[in-house]
């Protein structure tokens, strides 16, 4: 069974950080894509970031220069760094990728003061 598992949501205060983690089994990990996807209130699916096997990232705008993304191939685990979060930062975050665009079920993280 493949499971995708993201820990590390929670309410934070703007400006703060959090440290999202995706722990994949079942699956191949290692030389896959794995991308970051957030659903903010209300709207559709944003996609957040993307790291390939050669450990190259891009981000959407929004996020850039505040978000990492990283990657562990031993420990089969993504990660998200996100740092000076802004309300508009406020999403469920999900992660996705491997051969077959597998899904996790989220991880909530809330921007609020």
């Known amino acids: 069974e493949v499971q995708l598992v993201e820990s590390g949501g929670g309410l934070v205060q703007p400006g703060g950080s959090l440290r999202l983690s995706c722990v994949v089994s079942g699956t191949t990990f290692s030389g896959d894509p794995w991308s970051w996807v957030r659903q903010a209130p209300g709207k559709g699916l944003e996609w957040v970031s993307r790291?390939?096997?050669?450990?190259?990232?891009k981000y959407v705008d929004s996020v850039k220069g505040r978000f990492t993304t990283s990657r562990d191939d031993a420990e089969n685990t993504l990660y998200l760094q996100m740092n000076s979060l802004n309300l508009e930062d406020t999403a469920v975050y999900y992660c996705?990728?491997?051969?077959?665009?597998?899904w996790g079920k989220g991880a909530l993280v809330t921007v609020s003061s």
């Open positions: 996705y990728g491997g051969v077959m665009g597998y």
């Open positions: 790291i390939n096997g050669g450990r190259n990232v």
